[in-house]
């Protein structure tokens, strides 16, 4: 047994020791869509190691997307060893592990076992499309729209887990009599984390359990009807907690022995975290896999008019939750991959940058994205991708630049209805994600938007901000001030395109966004 004078309690802050000194870090694991990092941050928000591995897209059917669970499973143990010793660090430089990972992805897996029935599915899946369709009934997609601030759609996990239960005999049996653990992949990691099945805690945080539809917003807890409805039965659900406490001690067995894992965010909602996007008002938007504008809106849940969803922001120990407003867009950066992968159009995503500025323009051509559906604002399953515009003059450049302008024309479109929504004028737009080293991109935002593009100087606010959750319920840091003090302004792009210019591709864009409506 590693002593490490820790004070183990359910919330609030533990006593480690070593918090006051000097040398201590706090790291983080970020479960991304195509990767899992771990990171360590000094207390001044600084990178101090970082260490990332790519995970395999599993594409067993047109529309569905898989991951292999105990594949990340392995990853995660891998980058947590790689980035300590890159570092040269020990676990007992360590004062907290927080958590963070992409949402809705759904896992089920053998509580005595640890082994998954079935690989996840990823958020971007489109199998439960019927299901979805079935539980809408004759009220349509809203149905549940109070309760859980989500539409009926297949990008939430509830629907997953339902089809899972459907699909693996004998699954519904064993869920209901608590052999099965049902998870989002914060619940599967940090099950892991601590012991697996050798005692390995079973939780979830608001922010995750916000994007199942089985838990009610305004009590955060699962909700009964929900969950019948849903078919996913209680014994199988993780506890959910707020998103900074100390949870328990990572497992004896891994990296970082006794190290308390003390914070827990959704990606997106950790983004916001990092960006330090406090204060009701403040906003931010990530470019990664997808795209996902959050904006802080209070203590209160906000529901929208104009196809946004209402989303848990952040919870901190026993404090109000805090809740936001979310534009969630399925296909930016995963486009790049696309055009990299399935056309060979070049080998790095890196590369579309050089290829999109051999030529001026769009060259006519729209890149309408649709793979998944459209998601906000529009929230058309039946869409699927097109190219529209093409003709003879059209080449890869053209298209390398259709494909990245298309992240912008839906952030744009995103944002008006959060300016509708909310009566919110957009000051400047805060951004991160794997896109934003993207100049061409982060001008064309700009342009599009007329309004300035602001990047920090740390990219990485997924995993920033969950390892200021875990740091503040430690006393790492001390308040929400020092995260407000850390936040420094590195890059920012100024619009400069001509008013009649911006109108022009915005509504050739609309028209090519029609096209793409019912063909799936
Ligand atoms: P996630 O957290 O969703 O896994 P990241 O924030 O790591 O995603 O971003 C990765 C995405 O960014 C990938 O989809 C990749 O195609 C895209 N990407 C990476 N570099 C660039 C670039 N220079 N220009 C455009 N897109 C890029």
Redesign the pocket.
Known sequence: MISRGLQWQRTGACDTGRVGSENTYVAAI?Q????T?AMVFDRRGRVVSCE?IEHEQIFPKAGWVEHDAQEIWRNTRRVTAAALASADLKYDDIAACGLTN?RETTVIWDRETGVPIHNAIVWQDTRTGDLCTELAGDDGPGRYRDKTGLPLSTYFAGPKARWILDSVEGSRERAENGELCFGTMDSWISWNMTGGADGGLHITDVTNASRTMLMDLRTLSWDESLCADFGVPAAMLPEIHSSAEVYGPLREHGSLPGVPLAGILG?QQAATFGQACLEPGEAKN?????NFLLLNTGTEPVFSDHGLLTTVCYRIGDQDARYALEGSIAV??????WL?DNLGLFS??????QLATQVDDNGGAYFVPAFSGLFAPRWRSDARGVIVGLTRFVNKGHLARAA?EASAFQTREVIEAMQADSGVELSTLKV????V??DL?MQFQADILDVPVVRPVVNET?ALGAAYAAGLAVGYWDSEDEIRANWAEDKRWEPSMDASERDRLYSEWNRAVEHSFDLA
């Open positions: 970020d991304g869509t195509t990767s990092r990332q992409q990606d990530t470019y990664g896999t997808g930016t950066g995963s486009l790049v991959q990299r790095h995503a890196s590369e579309i940058e990245l991160d994600g794997g896109m080293v993207n991109l997924t």
